[in-house]
């Protein structure tokens, strides 16, 4: 069965480096997102992707994240300059068309940890 | 925007009894519930899902009932079995990617 894979498992880092998450959506997937859990808190809303550019961002995805979709199965977060409060799990997910709403196929997360 | 509360946060049941999961919505324009399923190591994973023209929809030992007037939308699942141990979310919005998740249930089935 297909589904949706993410790398690294666990990330450390230290405030202020760059950190690249990255995600392998289903093949024939055409709508990507980001979601991201703070320990203890719900899952929320980050961004979502479509036809290589943002479709909608939530007010948390400010200038210190991006997107892209660099080749045709890769989809990664990019946070530039990370903060304490970047802790969190993140998770992908992918679309196809079908359905109202498409059924969204979640990765199992990266662990963020900022140091 | 939605609020979703979602209780209780930790649910220990014996094997073969039934776990209720409750979630109340803020949102009256809210139309689609679907519930998501969490294993360790594993992204949420859809389990079942019910619109706002429907009460209630069941699928073998799960089904999810919805009260509209009161805003809050519940699932059970029936002769529970220890792989039903897992995180289970709700979610509450339109039919699109941006529905509320509820903060999770750790759901423990002792043998």
């Known amino acids: 069965e297909p589904e949706v894979t993410q790398t690294p498992s666990h990330q450390v880092t230290q405030m202020g480096q760059e950190v690249i998450l990255r995600c392998v959506p289903i093949?024939?997937?055409?709508?990507f997102y980001w979601y991201r859990q703070i320990l203890g808190q719900k899952v929320e809303f980050l961004v979502s992707?479509?036809?290589?550019?943002?479709?909608?961002k939530s007010e948390i995805f400010d200038d210190q994240f991006s997107v892209e979709r660099p080749d045709g199965s890769n989809f990664t977060l990019k946070i530039r300059s990370t903060k304490l409060e970047d802790s969190a799990m993140y998770f992908c997910a992918s679309s196809g068309t079908s359905g109202s709403p498409p059924e969204q196929f979640f990765g199992p997360g990266t662990r963020l940890t900022v140091l | 925007g939605e609020n979703v509360e979602q209780h209780p946060s930790t649910l220990s049941v014996q094997e073969g009894d039934s776990a209720v999961i409750k979630c109340t919505y803020s949102?009256?324009?809210?139309?689609?519930f679907p519930w998501y399923k969490q294993e360790l190591g594993k992204g949420p994973q859809l389990i079942i899902d019910?619109?706002?023209?429907?009460g209630e929809k069941k699928d073998q030992r799960i089904a999810v009932t919805l009260n509209k007037t009161a805003k809050h939308f519940s699932l059970h699942i029936t002769e529970t079995q220890p792989e039903d141990s897992a995180v289970y979310f709700c979610?509450?919005?339109?039919?699109?990617?941006?529905?509320?998740f509820g903060k999770g249930t750790l759901l423990t089935v002792n043998p």
């Open positions: 093949s024939n997937h055409l709508y």
């Open positions: 979610r509450s919005g339109g039919s699109n990617y941006k529905l509320t």
């Open positions: 992707f479509y036809n290589n550019e943002i479709s909608e």
């Open positions: 949102d009256s324009a809210s139309n689609y």
């Open positions: 019910i619109r706002s023209n429907v």
